[in-house]
């Protein structure tokens, strides 16, 4: 009597663990994501002037090419991110106005 009652537990847990599995996080509006065709290590003391400015594709070109980063992203409130280090990477990290508050490399 035991045994099915595991085996009824087990399949509850197996259908139950699968369900969260296959659960995705809500949509988010990623930031617009620039790659320079050259570039090397960033420097954000070459982007510093983007803080207080709104946020667009023309800035965060911008911002990247005098930071010598290779790819450069805005990072919004809340905004799923990857959090691995890139010392090539530019990022914008913007306020719910979409204006920059700070910049950051990785």
Not at 28 to 36: F, H, K, N, R, S
Not at 45 to 56: D, E, L
């Amino acid at each position: 009597m035991r045994a099915p009652l595991t085996l009824a537990v087990a399949a509850l847990s197996a259908v139950w663990l699968s369900a969260c599995s296959s659960l995705s996080p809500g949509p988010t509006a990623p930031g617009p994501v620039t790659t320079l065709p050259s570039g090397g290590e960033c420097r954000m003391v070459g982007a510093q002037f983007a803080v207080g400015q709104t946020a667009n594709a023309a800035l965060l070109k911008e911002a990247a090419q005098r930071a010598g980063a290779q790819t450069a992203r805005v990072l919004r409130p809340q905004q799923v991110i990857t959090m691995e280090f890139n010392a090539q990477r530019l990022n914008l990290e913007v306020d719910g106005s979409n204006r920059v508050v700070a910049v950051r490399c990785g």
